[in-house]
DNA sequence: CCAAAAGTGTTATGAATACACCCATGG
DNA sequence: CCATGGGTGTATTCATAACACTTTTGG
């Protein structure tokens, strides 16, 4: 490994330069496992596979796959992106390494190690076919309970949810909720996928001030203007502002009052 | 890979239930590599081994070591911690796993995986001889550049950054500072760990107030005072408070002008 | 007495909140 | 004309930053 050559592997003689004996140790599989999200009228969605064998037959499971072995993690989980998407431009899309699961018994089967990611794409293409077997569709994020999806397979409800708090964690002090919206958005827009992150109401008047007022979170397209929903005032149309991070950070309101425990401040 | 059955692992059956084939693959070593700070004498410092093989023999390299076959990482970085530090009491250090690096050319031999984890370690042991061969020290953090430590092996200069920027931000909004410092400390103490980690200048009073005014941040021990490098006004001693999260968060003051770019605000 | 650090107080500035209010559109 | 959402204005509240000042120690 890089970084010290320790007696933790086992018969691996420590002088061996150019390489290791490569089948010396049982064998690691490593995997990508992805979390992407959308969001499909008006509320969050997760993009979900249907598993057609054992173990956890019939349930649902985040989209992945192996490590090519000429590729990053990074890689394998673009790719898994597109392929499961359907997507093109795949290349611009937000995609960030979340942790990995390495859990000796997380699958039955073998020893599994996945890197996992979370993924945001704008608008979600249809349910797709997909380039495998198995069949994708966009299901509605369930947040604490397992919602719609059920208690997917695998450790994969744990990433999901790690998933879900790391995407609304970055929100607040990053220009992350522009990845959710198509090029041209409007403000209401972009608060809308606050409110649906962070599953809370934000006020539009402060949301408007404090969003305009960070330099470079959008940028306004001078003549445009769309109607949104029907009803009410044309809205003005922005764009991402090439900005990514957040000063000073637009923090979620606190969850009320602390359970069985003490005052807050 | 938990999670779909997709055609990405060549010639593993789909319908293969209790096993995979396990040696269909390329094998690929799955290590852990840590970033284990400390403050010694004033600094921020980092525990370090010296290299004693090819490739990048002579160089300082992160602590690591290979995943076992029943241990996850967390387990794995947990061992090594206590095996290079010499420490019993590791299992209340703060360790966190930071990012996994797979980049496929990351070590010449063969194909290494690589999970990060960052640690704190509240008063450095002796530099200690270490469980291992190699040899390895406490070495003063370089920051930007690399300092007294040299470029280190691999991508561990790269790793090395990534940790100290997640402590970084860590400080802002969570009780973190605390894991830095033995179990009775001082708010000058307290208030260091952030100078040294952020390499500015706070305000005592400022500080002082924000800490105390944080509930559950620190809790003061009634009678207890100590001086403090001799000169000045006994300090009163506090322990961690229990608390985890900061809120509202401890910001770090701006990097003051922005470099070629637009005013801030 | 002086330097240094702990600890207290005060003020000014800026940000977030909670509204009230007007504007433009579809029904 | 009314419901709906965009957009503007404003007062209150809260947090921080900046700095003056007192206290207690070692030299």
Redesign the pocket.
């Known amino acids: 490994m890089p970084g010290t050559d320790t007696p933790a592997a086992p018969s691996a003689p420590a002088h061996a330069t150019p390489a290791y004996d490569k089948h010396a140790y049982e064998p690691f599989a490593v995997t990508v496992d992805l979390a992407v999200f959308t969001i499909r009228s008006g509320t969050l969605h997760i993009l979900l596979v249907e598993r057609g064998q054992e173990p956890y037959a019939g349930r649902w499971a985040l989209p992945g796959g192996f490590l090519r072995p000429d590729e990053s993690a990074e890689a394998a989980a673009r790719r898994e992106l597109a392929e499961e998407t359907g997507l093109d431009d795949v290349a611009g899309l937000h995609l960030e390494q979340l942790r990995t699961y390495s859990d000796p018994r997380r699958d039955p089967r073998m020893r599994v190690v996945s890197v996992a990611f979370a993924a945001l794409v704008p608008d979600a293409p249809q349910a797709h076919g997909g380039g495998d077997a198995a069949r994708a569709a966009w299901i509605p994020y369930g947040g604490e309970d397992t919602g719609a999806h059920g208690p997917l397979a695998f450790d994969h409800d744990r990433i999901l949810a790690d998933a879900h708090e790391r995407i609304g964690g970055k929100l607040e002090y990053t220009c992350l909720a522009t990845a959710f919206c198509p090029p041209e958005f ?4 972009l ?1 809308h996928v606050y409110e649906v992150v962070w599953g809370t109401e934000l ?4 949301f ?3 969003v305009l ?1 960070t330099p470079g979170f959008v940028a306004q397209i001078p003549g445009a ?1 769309r ?10 149309l922005y764009r991402g502002g090439g900005a990514d991070s957040l000063h ?4 979620r ?1 606190a969850p009320e009052p602390a359970p069985t425990e003490g005052t807050r ?1």
Chains 1, 2 share one sequence.
């Open positions: 409007t403000l209401g827009e608060r006020d539009p008047a402060n408007r001030r404090k007022a203007s109607l949104t929903g029907g009803r009410g005032k044309p809205a003005a000073p950070p637009l923090l309101p401040r």
